[in-house]
Structure formats: structure tokens, C-alpha cells
């Protein structure tokens, strides 16, 4: 099964966590330890592993929205994942 979610924003912690928040995530879908690969049309970059949702300080504004911890390299520009170009695509 194909499952697609869109990113929007692309946040780097201290530690060396991203946040990618995104919209398009089916509730009833469980993301979480499974493998995403970042597609903009034919570009296609590194698998990334969800480790799990993180809560989003302005949840009220941002419904359709919701925020996933990534510890691999996210080799997306915050440029790239604000463009809404790019798709996290599992198979």
C-alpha cells in the first residue's frame, strides 16, 4: 500500500533531531518506525525512519498538521520542505 503525507516545515534541534511537520497524515495510518522517502517530482532523496510524533506547540492553528522526529540526515533545505513540493512516500 502507498501511503503519502506532504511536508511543510522542516525543524533541526540541538541534538541532531528533525522535526518534519506535514499534512496529508491519515490518522487511522501508524507512521511511526516506518521508512519515508522524500520525493519532489523525479528527485528522490535518503530514506528516513519516523521515531514517533512529537506534539506541536500551536496544534489550534495547525489542525491539519502534525509533527514527526527524525534522526536520520534530512537532506531537505527548511527552503525545500516549505515549498510543499515534497512528499514523504512510503510503499
Do not use: H
Amino acid at each position: 500500500m502507498k501511503f503519502t503525507m506532504t511536508v511543510v516545515e522542516k525543524f533541526e534541534l540541538s541534538d541532531g533531531v528533525a522535526i518534519l511537520a506535514c499534512i496529508g497524515c491519515n490518522s487511522n495510518v501508524d507512521v511511526v518506525g516506518k521508512r519515508f522517502y522524500p520525493v519532489s517530482g523525479d528527485k528522490v532523496r535518503l530514506p528516513l525512519t519516523i521515531v514517533c510524533e512529537r506534539k506541536m506547540l500551536n496544534q489550534q492553528s495547525n489542525l491539519d498538521q502534525k509533527a514527526f522526529e527524525i534522526r536520520d540526515v534530512v537532506d531537505l533545505t527548511q527552503e525545500e520542505a516549505r515549498s510543499g513540493d515534497w512528499q514523504l512516500v512510503v510503499e
